[in-house]
């Protein structure tokens, strides 16, 4: 796994312009091609039209991709995607859109479908229409047959007040 701490930096890619490998007449795949009838000097293929001298590599300064030209597209591209666009405008003059009206049902069916389920553990925990009176007394502690006089709660702090303060 890579560390995602290491010190960062740059690569810096050095062209060599040293090009003695070239006239090296030793090379294994030079043989080869003369074996084959090629002489040098003369391009590859059936025509000797090919390529004669070897590929040099460039410095690549930019972060885009290998064989990007900024501002050419390829021309295939451009007409698929026209091609697309009229397609699409002729399905649109054939098939008028339907009523505003059905979409706006549509996403608003959509937005209470989408509630419902998201919410559905919360709310069926918040909802007490669903218990019986027996559950909601043992929940909140009400308890029916024992009424709760305050009057006599109150009283009874009162005299605790008093036997502390004597």
């Known amino acids: 796994m ?15 312009n040293k090009t003695e490998w070239v ?3 030793n090379k294994f795949g030079k043989r080869m091609l003369e074996k084959m009838g090629w002489k040098t000097g ?11 001298e ?3 590599l460039k410095y690549k300064s930019n972060l885009k991709g290998v064989g990007f030209v900024n501002g050419q597209y ?19 003059q054939s098939h008028p859109s339907s009523s505003s009206s ?3 049902d549509f996403n608003q069916t959509l937005q209470q479908t989408k509630t419902r389920f998201t919410y559905k553990k919360q709310s069926s925990g918040k909802d007490l ?3 019986s ?21 109150k009283q009874d702090e009162h005299e605790d007040e008093e036997k502390v303060l004597l």
């Open 129 to 131: 229409s669903s218990r």
């Open 42 to 52: 003369v391009g590859l293929g059936k025509n000797e039209d090919g390529r004669t």
């Open 74 to 92: 390829d021309s295939t591209w451009i007409s698929h995607s026209h091609s697309f666009d009229s397609l699409l405008q002729q399905l649109k």
């Open 133 to 153: 009176n027996n559950e909601l007394d043992s929940v909140f502690g009400w308890n029916k047959d024992k009424k709760i006089n305050f009057d006599q709660i």
């Open 54 to 56: 070897h590929i040099d």
């Open 102 to 104: 059905l979409i706006h």
């Open 23 to 25: 006239d090296d007449g």
């Open 2 to 16: 890579v560390s995602l701490n290491e010190k960062k930096s740059k690569i810096r890619y050095v062209i060599q």
